[in-house]
């Protein structure tokens, strides 16, 4: 697994917000000379109504929302697009992009937590593969698990600390998997909820693997942390890809560059040796 990127993302700006370019430009020059990225495609208009609605679009579009953790940013229209295509670009190449603004938060007719559109819905619903999506975001990828509910082609597994922003996935319903965590979870009881999570899925009914790669969860971040190590993400990438089914992922939270960089490159150099 390689990456999708482009430094148009650096240019969508949000300095002294939490989604920041310099997170992820710090993040790239640490991986840049070790994976081949691949630009992304920009998504159209018609991608987006594929799992959201029409006036909500229309909304983000028109820049007629209001949401604190979502500002209002010149061009924010292209850059979703872009931040999307991102994630369809991942799907056909089975890479990661590391496009922005993330997407996990943002449901079929709502935004929040610094998500606008769905990167990874979208390309899993363009695909039209039946999909097992893991999130082992920090936070619980609420707007995710209000797109797929009760879709047979798709079930949502996600780790996430509890309580903690956006107040979601406290039960697993229906096709949603949801395990919540602790800040003192700690790696070796990640990997043991991990695994009893994905042992509740037949792996063998999906086409594919769908991730949204977050490392919010790490030791020093300062928005979610369950305590988690650089190294446990190389054990994460070598048990997703023990799955041995087509994966790509789109980057979600992780907010200091110096250790998201250093946790992304962990995480696929465990996906990539296994």
Known sequence: MDLVFSEEALQYRSAGHPESPERVKVAYQYLQDKYETHLPEEASYDDLLTVHEKSFVEKVKNKTFADPDCPKYDDLFHHVLLSAGGGITAQKTQNLSLM???????????????????????????????????????????GTQDIFLGDDQVVYVSLHRSPAFPGTGGESIENAINFPTSPSTGDSKYMELLTEALE???????????????????????????????????????????????????????????????????FLGGFNES
């Open 100 to 142: 922005r603004p993330p997407g996990h938060h943002a449901g079929k007719n709502f935004l929040g937590g610094f998500c606008y559109f769905n990167n990874l819905a979208i390309a899993v619903k363009k695909s039209g593969l039946k999909t097992l999506i893991v999130d082992f975001d920090a936070h619980h990828g609420n």
């Open 200 to 266: 509740q899925v037949d792996v063998s009914c999906f086409d594919q693997l769908a991730l949204s790669a977050g490392f919010d969860g790490h030791k020093n971040d300062p928005l979610a942390s369950v305590g988690l190590s650089t190294g446990v993400y190389e054990k994460i990438g070598g048990l997703l890809a023990s799955i041995n089914l087509p994966t790509f992922g789109v980057l979600e939270g992780g907010y200091i560059g110096e250790d998201l960089g250093r946790n992304i490159d962990s």
